[in-house]
């Protein structure tokens, strides 16, 4: 009886599992590329990052973003800076004669979301129409704020996610978390584009700081530390449906390191998976918990195993047929992002994945955990 259930449960979430990457595939198709029109763009960005403790990195962020291909006069950099104890702060301010602009975030009480805090401060002294998120440790092209602005101009978009990846990496074990991450960022721009719209990244993110306001930016969900990209994406899709666009295209990319250990990336992907609880669109959630009960039947099919070999038989099948799914998948997301030779490390992934999904699913999702030095939820 109990290979029975297992067989129909195994059977059912792996061809759900199957349907639902070809539904997403289909996703990435309808996004067409994005290419740059020779206009000159006539929008006022503000760029904003929220930086803590980052002086090794923030300076060569800097860097990029004055050097970008954009009227100077039509952007403005705002940095917060959130209680660095190293010379973040005094980084920034050696680049006050070029405009950018710092701000000490200098709240006296405890909160658990200060990163929003840190947005929301530098959007209330912001002049820009088009506000644009990204992080103290992200590296971009020339072209990158001017593709951006010029897919915003090109059609009625209150919020726009761009490409992030990850680059520069040392071992097999940040390669594979850049093939791990290119999937969320398929994933994110495939729900965009079966109008969706589910995940995105706040390390390359564009909305209208009217739409913010008037949606009363973070309020709701300024008590959980993370979101202040997913959720507030959430928002905007729940206010105005319809106006969530996805640039696809290489010089709207922005760069980022893997993390280097595995402690590092545990807490990385429990503060993501944390957004979670938050989650008001019902269908999302069902297909979250479809997906981690997916990846939980593995492990029951393998400890089942070793009691009777046809639940290995099973477990294998479905091991395939997963694999099989994410590879048709993953295929032109890494073909856009120029990373195919990452899929060598696409069966050894499928594997990892199952054990580091089920986990991070229940810790995500209880408990505290630590990020940038602090203790939150």
Same mark, same amino acid.
């Given at each position: 009886?109990?290979?029975?259930?297992?067989?129909?449960?195994?059977?059912?979430?792996?061809?759900?599992?199957? &349907?639902?990457?070809?539904?997403?595939?289909?996703?990435?198709?309808?996004?067409?590329?994005?290419?740059?029109? =020779?206009?000159?763009?006539?929008?006022?960005? @503000?760029?904003?990052?929220?930086?803590?403790?980052?002086? &090794?990195?923030?300076?060569?962020?800097?860097?990029?973003?004055?050097?970008?291909?954009?009227?100077?006069?039509?952007?403005? $950099?705002? %940095?917060?800076?959130?209680?660095?104890?190293?010379?973040?702060?005094?980084?920034?301010?050696?680049?006050?004669?070029?405009?950018?602009?710092?701000?000490?975030?200098?709240?006296?009480?405890?909160?658990?979301?200060?990163?929003?805090?840190?947005?929301?401060?530098?959007?209330?002294?912001? @002049? &820009?129409?088009?506000?644009?998120?990204? *992080?103290?440790?992200?590296?971009?092209?020339?072209?990158?704020?001017?593709?951006?602005?010029?897919?915003?101009?090109?059609?009625?978009?209150?919020?726009?996610?761009?490409?992030?990846?990850?680059?520069?990496?040392?071992?097999?074990?940040?390669?594979?978390?850049?093939?791990?991450? $290119?999937?969320?960022?398929?994933?994110?721009? =495939?729900?965009?584009?079966?109008?969706?719209?589910?995940?995105?990244?706040?390390?390359?993110?564009?909305?209208?700081?009217?739409?913010?306001?008037?949606?009363?930016?973070?309020?709701?969900?300024? *008590?959980?530390?993370?979101?202040?990209?997913?959720?507030?994406?959430?928002?905007?899709?729940?206010?105005?449906?319809?106006?969530?666009?996805?640039?696809?295209?290489?010089?709207?990319?922005?760069?980022?390191?893997?993390?280097?250990?595995?402690?590092?990336?545990?807490?990385?992907?429990?503060?993501?998976?944390?957004?979670?609880?938050?989650?008001?669109?019902?269908?999302?959630?069902?297909?979250?918990?479809?997906?981690?009960?997916?990846?939980?039947?593995?492990?029951?099919?393998?400890?089942?195993?070793?009691?009777?070999?046809?639940?290995?038989?099973?477990?294998?099948? =479905?091991l395939i047929l997963k694999m099989g799914?994410?590879l048709m998948f993953l295929y032109p997301?890494?073909?856009?992002?120029?990373?195919?030779?990452?899929?060598?490390?696409?069966?050894?992934?499928?594997?990892?994945? %199952?054990?580091?999904?089920?986990?991070?699913?229940?810790?995500?999702?209880?408990?505290?955990?630590?990020?940038?030095?602090?203790?939150?939820?």
């Amino acid at each position: 009886m109990a290979i029975l259930v297992i067989s129909i449960l195994t059977a059912c979430l792996t061809f759900f599992y199957i &349907g639902m990457l070809f539904y997403l595939r289909n996703g990435w198709r309808r996004i067409p590329y994005f290419r740059t029109e =020779a206009n000159a763009p006539s929008t006022f960005v @503000s760029v904003l990052i929220a930086a803590r403790n980052e002086e &090794g990195k923030i300076e060569k962020t800097i860097l990029d973003i004055l050097a970008q291909d954009y009227p100077a006069d039509l952007f403005e $950099l705002i %940095i917060v800076n959130d209680h660095s104890t190293d010379r973040t702060a005094e980084i920034i301010s050696g680049f006050s004669d070029k405009g950018v602009k710092l701000i000490n975030l200098d709240e006296s009480e405890k909160l658990n979301s200060y990163k929003k805090k840190a947005i929301t401060k530098a959007i209330d002294v912001s @002049s &820009g129409e088009l506000i644009i998120t990204t *992080d103290a440790d992200c590296r971009m092209n020339k072209l990158w704020l001017r593709t951006i602005v010029a897919y915003y101009e090109s059609g009625d978009y209150n919020l726009i996610s761009s490409p992030v990846t990850f680059f520069e990496e040392k071992n097999p074990f940040e390669e594979i978390q850049s093939l791990e991450f $290119l999937f969320l960022i398929g994933l994110g721009a =495939a729900g965009i584009g079966n109008k969706m719209p589910a995940t995105c990244n706040g390390a390359n993110l564009a909305y209208r700081k009217d739409v913010f306001l008037k949606l009363n930016g973070f309020k709701g969900i300024d *008590d959980l530390a993370s979101g202040d990209d997913e959720l507030f994406l959430h928002k905007v899709a729940s206010a105005y449906p319809g106006s969530i666009g996805f640039c696809k295209s290489l010089d709207a990319v922005v760069y980022t390191h893997a993390k280097e250990n595995l402690k590092e990336f545990i807490q990385q992907r429990k503060r993501w998976a944390s957004k979670s609880t938050r989650y008001k669109n019902k269908g999302i959630v069902v297909l979250g918990v479809a997906v981690w009960l997916f990846n939980l039947l593995f492990i029951t099919n393998f400890f089942s195993g070793f009691f009777n070999t046809d639940f290995w038989c099973l477990g294998f099948a =479905a091991l395939i047929l997963k694999m099989g799914s994410e590879l048709m998948f993953l295929y032109p997301v890494c073909s856009f992002a120029k990373r195919k030779e990452l899929l060598l490390y696409q069966p050894v992934s499928t594997v990892i994945h %199952i054990f580091y999904l089920v986990f991070i699913g229940i810790a995500g999702n209880s408990g505290k955990y630590n990020w940038k030095g602090r203790m939150v939820r």
